[in-house]
């Protein structure tokens, strides 16, 4: 694959070529904040932004979306989103993030609507520029990224090194002007990189990341549920704004023939009151402090199993951002269980 | 199988949940397709007795009316409760929050305030008066709810009403919290279903579909505190769609 170097003029000639021909998704300011949305036009896309309000995962995963079509009693049919799409600026621990998505949809029952989204995406990932309040990328070993994207971006000043990762990258990089990235370039890249892997840590984890499986086989019963959870509103919102978050829930609506309908899948959140109700309303996860600890257990003892070891939480802080009673912070709780149960 | 009958009635109210359904447009005329409405004084002069499904709307505050509910209840298979009114009260909860009513009514309706068409009592949601059983929550209702509801209905189906905050369908449209933003919104602990519409354009939530069934009020008074302000903050932003109601922080 290769590494050019890029003005960031012709860079921005080139996002505007590919909005004319594809539709693009890319970050830019929401109010004082910013958001991935469909970009109109280059000089809105904002590549030195801290962190988005929602990781890029809806574009994957929509918040809603139609799985079928079906007749009472006949046929089915499956609804796809079948639109190629670049999705520009994702940050590193969003594209592990999707890494992991890509590994876990793809298992046990491999989702076609998931896959069809996911293929039809390419993906213009980019190094950190700002690390935002509550970043600990660092500390999850995720503020620098080695695979998955399309194309990597690096700014490295004036300019932009871009690196592609796929021959879909290739292709897009041989579209794009500049020049093959000198010695000097690869440098300033190194630098960000070496910055980015111990600076994207405002909340410092006492472990190492892949120790937290173990520390958490020995937490269950530990009061830290209990005590933050008392201040929970079951509202959420960590789920909401969470990038490896995933669980959905399905359900289906009629037309008014009565005899027509669609099944639709939302996303779901395992905070929420009702998360766990099944057949005759019976909840086996009532208790909220119950609902605090699976989510904190699925990202780091779970769900890494199932996805070679990585923990699944990548660091973004957009939950500890998100949580109005400020519990939700997955750091602060590791090492509350580490100052307590020790390492080891 | 003979079309279900449906009758809508209204007691204190602004009458804007019906004007929703006015408001169906193309879908009126599905639904009138799969139902006979049989009353429904807003936009139709037949009345009936016989009904199966019985749309409540609006609040009880007097004694009459609330004979009148009984009688409709003690007619239908089926009660819903429409709108904000119906499912908590509503707005018309406020003069619960007054101990002398008659100050209230002469505030409200001058020199008129003791015809007797005005002998109004506390006011109750519909709930508090006959069983109610399902609920169209909302100031106004939504209106894809209620038709979802209805449909639910016809199927023998129990409809999915969200018991979580509002917060899930606000950050699922990516908007910032509005606490941040210096206002004291009531997602946290108000039932979604909404669409986070309020928030989603800039303004707090103001509780118009009623608690979830089970708000963290521990959690309000610690994010309160957390702001700098004071649980009477809380209750100013509460007392329009809130007053008066379980569970409540007051006391």
């Known amino acids: 694959m290769s590494v050019k170097k890029i003005s960031k003029d012709d860079f921005a000639v080139f996002v505007d070529a590919l909005i004319g021909k594809t539709s693009v998704i890319g970050v830019q300011a929401k109010g004082d904040r910013f958001d991935f949305a469909p970009l109109e036009s280059a000089k809105d896309l904002r590549l030195d932004y801290d962190v988005t309000l929602q990781p890029p995962k809806k574009y994957l995963l929509p918040p809603t979306e139609v799985l079928m079509t079906f007749e009472i009693g006949g046929a089915y049919h499956s609804q796809y989103q079948d639109q190629p799409f670049v999705l520009l600026g994702v940050h590193p621990y969003d594209m592990v993030a999707i890494n992991q998505m890509d590994e876990l949809f793809q298992q046990d029952n491999y989702d076609t609507h998931y896959m069809k989204r996911r293929d039809n995406a390419t993906i213009i990932a980019c190094d950190v520029v700002k690390p935002s309040e509550n970043v600990f990328a660092s500390s999850m070993g995720t503020a620098v990224v080695r695979g998955g994207y399309d194309i990597l971006l690096t700014d490295v000043g004036g300019a932009y090194v871009v690196e592609s990762g796929t021959p879909k990258g290739e292709k897009l990089l041989a579209e794009m002007k500049g020049t093959v990235a000198d010695e000097a370039a690869l440098k300033s890249r190194d630098a960000v990189w070496s910055k980015n892997e111990k600076g994207l840590n405002r909340h410092e984890l006492k472990c190492d990341a892949a120790y937290l499986p173990r520390l958490l086989e020995k937490a269950y019963d530990h009061p830290v549920w209990a005590e933050r959870a008392k201040t929970c509103f079951a509202c959420g919102s960590c789920n909401q704004v969470c990038p490896t978050c995933y669980c959905f829930n399905v359900q289906d609506d009629v037309n008014w023939d009565l005899q027509t309908g669609k099944r639709e899948r939302a996303w779901d959140g395992c905070l929420l009151d009702g998360f766990t109700k099944v057949a005759g309303e019976h909840e086996f996860r009532n208790p909220r402090s119950d609902r605090f600890r699976h989510r904190l257990y699925r990202k780091a003892k779970y769900v890494p199993p199932k996805i070679g070891g990585q923990i699944a939480c990548v660091g973004c802080g957009r939950c500890v951002a998100a949580c109005l009673p400020d519990i939700a912070n997955p750091v602060s709780v590791y090492n509350r269980l580490i100052d307590d149960l020790g390492i080891g | ?251």
């Open chain 2, 1 to 251: 199988m003979s079309k279900p009958k449906i009758a809508i009635f209204d007691f204190a109210c602004c009458e804007g949940c019906q004007l929703q359904f006015v408001n169906l447009e193309e879908e009126l005329l599905d639904l009138i397709g799969v139902a006979d409405v049989v009353e429904w004084r807003e936009a139709m002069s037949e009345k009936s007795d016989e009904y199966d499904i019985a749309i409540i709307e609006g609040s009880i505050t007097r004694l009459e009316d609330e004979e009148r509910l009984k009688l409709i209840r003690s007619r239908a298979k089926i009660l819903i409760a429409l709108g904000a009114c119906a499912t908590i009260g509503g707005v018309n909860k406020l003069k619960n929050n007054f101990d002398d009513l008659d100050e209230v009514k002469k505030c409200v309706y001058g020199t008129d305030s003791k015809k007797p068409h005005l002998a109004t009592q506390p006011t109750k949601s519909v709930g508090e008066v006959v069983d109610v059983d399902f609920h169209v929550h909302g100031c106004p209702i939504d209106r894809k709810e209620f038709t979802y509801i209805v449909r639910c209905l016809l199927l023998g189906k129990t409809p999915e009403i969200p018991d979580y905050p509002v917060c899930v369908e606000c950050k699922a449209k990516g908007n910032p919290c509005l606490w941040q933003y210096g206002q004291v919104c009531l997602g946290p602990i108000i039932r979604a279903g909404c669409g986070a519409r309020c928030p989603s354009n800039g303004f707090r939530c103001f509780g118009c579909r009623g608690y979830t069934s089970n708000p963290n009020v521990d959690a309000a008074k610690d994010v309160i505190d957390k702001f700098g302000l004071t649980v009477d903050h809380l209750k100013t932003k509460m007392v329009l769609f809130g007053s008066r109601q379980e569970p409540t922080i007051y006391g």
